[in-house]
């Protein structure tokens, strides 16, 4: 959860344009992942994330809605791989199937703050001034804000819905894709590119949209990477409470909130494959946003 | 120093919340205390008030009424079906009171206090007491004085105190309600003179003194109490109600988790476990002790609100309550723990409640209803779920979802937190599908009918009318249960509720509690721990 | 200063808001089992819920102004009493917690950082990162079943202190500092005991951020042009290490390390619930599900106060050191 505490720009800051990152990026990334095989895994764990989440629904052997009353409780065998549920269900169907919703919850989630934060931030840190003292202060409130409790009131206060949760998550980010965009924003706004396409005519949205926002991705992008696994970490935490995801939806948090209920009486494997799933997405995240870092740390360029 | 000898001599006496306060206390207590006299209980709920009839007090804090309060009366002691013993609903015994009269048209009711009862601080018990106690009852509003309406008890008017041990109720009509009415947590007895020194004329029944501070005669007193965390009882030797308890003192310690709370009653770190989920007395039922036993007068239901269109086709509703698969729920989601209310006999010969319903599970049968009414093709219903109780309603409602699904009536469940599931279900009554639960303490099925079949009443969440129910409950209420009209009466009601099945029962549910070390375990109607007759084993 | 007057203003409106924007109606709520529409009434008008929302929110800010939080219905108490009494329960954890995790993930980074690209820092890497990967919740139940149930070796998971230790005399509320004062020291181990798994929990869930700044910020450090100069000058390696990069470093650190603080201690709600420890997270979450206006308020303006406080002690912290830093240019 705390992973994007981390992640100030401290040496993630490539201050040169944008021409002298685009040199050779690909043999770039080939190199840092030639050279560092955990982000070489990170990418790989990846892809078997995303092959889940697209084809889960044809992989999964059992309806994972289903319920069997004459199995019920079974500890994993050959014929249930993760063995069943309370009502019979089988739990390697849906933790299979619960990928494309994790997936969904975080990258909606986190795209949403992303697009805001980054636009609000934009701004601030462009144009300055009264806009940005507001918004500082803003932004401030809300990290001042208990992060978790505030997306608990949230959801509790519209309901919980998938989109609900979305919101929630998304909102609690927002104040750290804003206080990043701007700061980077800030720092390029009078460099050299920036003022030379402002001296060749351009408009200032122009400018900001086209020149100095582009360069602000590289770091941004690690944040990215660790706000998905921190996003699908939070839904979790929802679901512990009883404001996740509706029932009977698969879902990873809420099957392990309900299956940790089941582990001191010995049925471990309703709480420990889904929360194996949940590690699995959130490490692969994680790995994947310090490896992005190497790739965009121009530190490691040779 | 003495702390310390003080902490070796009380291995397990609970002494967490002890603070220097009632150090005294501990220092006087025998080196040789023995662990005997201490037990150490866990639930999962937090006690919030030591004062029943203040507003916003929870169920949990029922307990500390019974525990620390006396009443005038009691109820006896029976042999519990499914194992352990009972509280007794058919005799009334003394508690504060040594005996009553009833006059000959049951209008006036009259008490005489045992003598030698005493309040915590060595006070007399009067009936300036008992009469201050009721009069709050009945004027505070909220439950207090909704439950003591039920008993024919509505004005202070009503209540007199002839002399110190004299204490007279006069009755507007008489009701069979009102002497198992005394008996139930409310009308416990403070101890005025207190209560009133601590008065202020904002707050005339002390509500602010007593919600910390209780000022009663039972049979323990409060000796800490944290909420949140933990409350210790610790037993008063004078008591006057009835036996002595076995026990000294009490730790109730409050443990969110209920896997937390079955680990430290399998490895015995704890003597008693208090409302255990079904799942565990199932599964503990070798390993350490469990007592449940079906909660008299109450049932689990599946909701059909008359409100949603649908569901005002008594076909509809019957193609429902044929198409739940009642053993698979009873199973999944009770752990078999309660009694089954379905596969009845067709014909209703006992006025027994809560009863078998005559349905069972036929999808055959569902189909045919269905099929008659105007909702063949099926329709889409939300079903609602309350977040606190999902324990047994989540299994119970992904069962039903799917079993109905194939009716072609398509639901999506709806988790609703605590503070909302009160107002939407029972209040506003807008949940066209949901689960409910409704106990009546006082076990009369008129009872159980005046307050989930009348239209308008709280637990009617199926906004139910049918004018002959409204009538037959009017009749049978306040009717002595030997009146020849009775039992006809409560039978027709049976088979109307069957016929129109607004709610469809699903099982008699269990109160299930672990002991690991603690025996003489009580069941009470109210549902709460009584620990007056527990003792170590 | 001047900064954090609107933040606690906001908060407080934001707040407020929230909590009216709950669902359920409170009055039902409270009103008991069989409560009718007129005893709900009568609940709604003792707490104050018939008035308009702004007479609500002026009366909720004079209150608030006379240092009054009101009432938490579901615990009975004012929610200061309660706050002040559960706030040093989680502070304890989230201390104990973050100084363990220090422990660890500093060496940590260090050594990641003296040895970029090697196994050593991917398997740093992998290791701090399978812990933040983890739901905490999830973590403390695997936990207790092998430390308490399974093998017995863990104390009963149930709070602060077991049965047999007294409770230290009050004078911080924190169990560890006041045994200590009474020169308790089986009190002391009590309540360190209780204290182990759960910061564990905790513990390997804040790891990650900390060995990670520390390591990218030693990096950093040890690459920049003055630490080649000392190198050059002929300095040993620990003491370039220990003196120079790590001083260097120990900025972005301690900024982490605040922010992985409040944010923990909002966090913890969840690992309090697993093992009844009886804190703030528990707390909010209680009265969140219960609609229970008041003790949210309450709680979320304890914690927004907390985090200006953190902020301000991290300024101060900056400038101790590295004094070039001023109070100016901390963005």
Partial sequence: MSSDLGTASVVATPTQPASYQSQSTLAHIIYVLRDNPVTLIAFIM???????????HWIAPYDPLATDSS???????????FGTDNVGRDVFSRVLVATRLDLQISIMAVSLSFVIGATLGAIAGYWGGWIDIVLSRFLDTIMAFPLFVLAMGIVAALGNTVENIIYATAIINIPFYARLIRAEVNLRRDSG????????GNSDLRVLVQHIFPNTLPPVMVQVSLNLGWAILNAAGLSFIGLGVRPPTPEWGIMVAEGANFIVSGEWWMAVFPGLALMFAVFTFNLLGDGLRDIVDPRKRK | MNRKISRRSLLKVGATAITASSLSF???LPASAAAGDVLVTVTGQTINSLDLHRTGTNRASYQVAVNVYDRLVSFGTKEAVGGGMSYDYATIEPELAESWTVSEDGLLLTF??????????????????????????????????????AGGLIRPEQFTAVDDVTFTIALDKPSKLTLPDLAVPIPFVINSEVAKANATPEDPWAMEYLHKTPAGSGAFKVAAWKPGEQLIYERNDDWAGGELPGIKRLVLREVASPATRRALIERGDVQLSFNIPNKDAKELAGEVSVISTPIENCMHVLGLNTTFEPFQDPDVRKAMAYAIPYEEIFQAA???????????????????????????YDMDKALDHLGKSAFSKGFDVPFSISLGLSDWMEPTALLIQESIAKLGIKSELEKIPGANWRTAALVEKRL????????GWLNYPCYYFFWAYQHGHLFNSSNYKNDEVEALVDET??????????????????????????????????????TNGAQGYEFWFHRQLDIRGLTSA | MAQTIPVVIGVVVISFLLTRALPGDPAVYFAGDAADAASIQQVREALGLDKSMPQQFLIYVGDLLRGDLGQSLSSGQPVLTDLTYRLPASLELTLVALGLSCLIAIPLGVLAATRPGTWVDHLCRVLVTAGVSLPTFFTGVVLIYFFYYLTGWAPAPLGRLDFIYIEPDRVTGFYLIDSLLAGDIETFLGALKQLILPSITLALFTMAPIARMTRSAMISALSSDYIRTVRAAGLSRTTILRTYAFRNALLPVITTLGMVFSFSLGANVLVERVFAWPGIGSYAVDALVASDYAAVQGFVLAMALLFVFVNLLIDLLYSVVDPRIGFADNE
């Fill in chain 1, 193 to 200: 590119f920036a003022v030379a396409a402002k001296l060749s």
């Fill in chain 1, 46 to 56: 990846l892809s078997v994330l995303v092959v889940c989440a697209l084809f889960g």
């Fill in chain 2, 112 to 149: 005489k206090i045992k003598s030698d009862a005493k309040f915590h601080d060595g006070k007399s018990v009067t009936a300036q007491d008992v009469k201050w106690s009721f009069d709050r009852a009945v004027s505070v509003g909220g439950f207090p004085t909704v439950q003591m309406k």
């Fill in chain 2, 334 to 360: 009770a752990y078999g723990r309660g009694e089954r209310l379905w596969g009845g006999a067709a014909k209703v010969d006992s006025t027994e409640w809560p009863r078998k319903s005559p349905y069972e």
């Fill in chain 1, 71 to 81: 199995s019920i409780l079974q500890p994993p065998s050959s014929q249930h791989w």
């Fill in chain 2, 432 to 439: 066209p599908l949901h689960l409910d639960n409704f106990g």
């Fill in chain 2, 477 to 514: 209420l306040h009717m002595s249960v030997e009146d020849p009209d009775y039992a006809p009466k409560i039978m027709r009601l049976f088979e109307i509720a069957f016929e129109d099945i607004p709610r469809i029962p699903l099982w008699q549910p269990a109160l299930n509690v672990a």
């Fill in chain 2, 26 to 28: 501990l220092k006087i």
